[in-house]
């Protein structure tokens, strides 16, 4: 098993910054992603970033050269900073963590409102 835990999110204006973050705990993969997905009202839920321990990084198309992600595999966290945001970006971010060898589990946090409007 593994709970993640996320932080961060919250009202931010257009044009602003905002970082969230996903604590993992439990029994952790050798091999593994964390990241985020979003899903907004009426919308699918779409990939924001990803991370792997091992080091790459994938971004949604929307998100690119705004959204940074990064890591601390010594605390199992990762760390979104989103930068330059639009009212687009408003939706409920969920935490993802994908153990990429067997057992090859899945899980997901809680989700964390993240609202881009003046």
């Known amino acids: 098993q593994v709970q993640l835990v996320e932080s961060g999110g919250g009202l931010v204006q257009p044009g602003g910054s905002l970082g969230i973050s996903c604590a993992a705990s439990?029994?952790?993969?050798?091999?593994?992603?964390m990241g985020w997905y979003r899903q907004a009202p009426g919308k699918e839920r779409e990939l924001v970033a990803n991370?792997?321990?091992?080091?790459?990084?994938n971004y949604g198309d929307s998100v690119k050269g705004r959204f940074t992600i990064s890591r601390d595999n010594v605390d199992n966290m990762a760390y979104l900073q989103m930068n330059s945001l639009t009212p687009e970006d408003s939706a409920v971010y969920y935490c993802?963590?994908?153990?990429?060898?067997?057992?090859?589990?899945?899980?997901w946090g809680q989700g964390t409102q993240v609202t881009v409007s003046s």
């Open positions: 439990g029994t952790i993969s050798r091999l593994y992603s």
């Open positions: 993802n963590y994908r153990a990429l060898i067997r057992p090859f589990e899945e899980y």
């Open positions: 991370i792997f321990n091992s080091g790459p990084t």
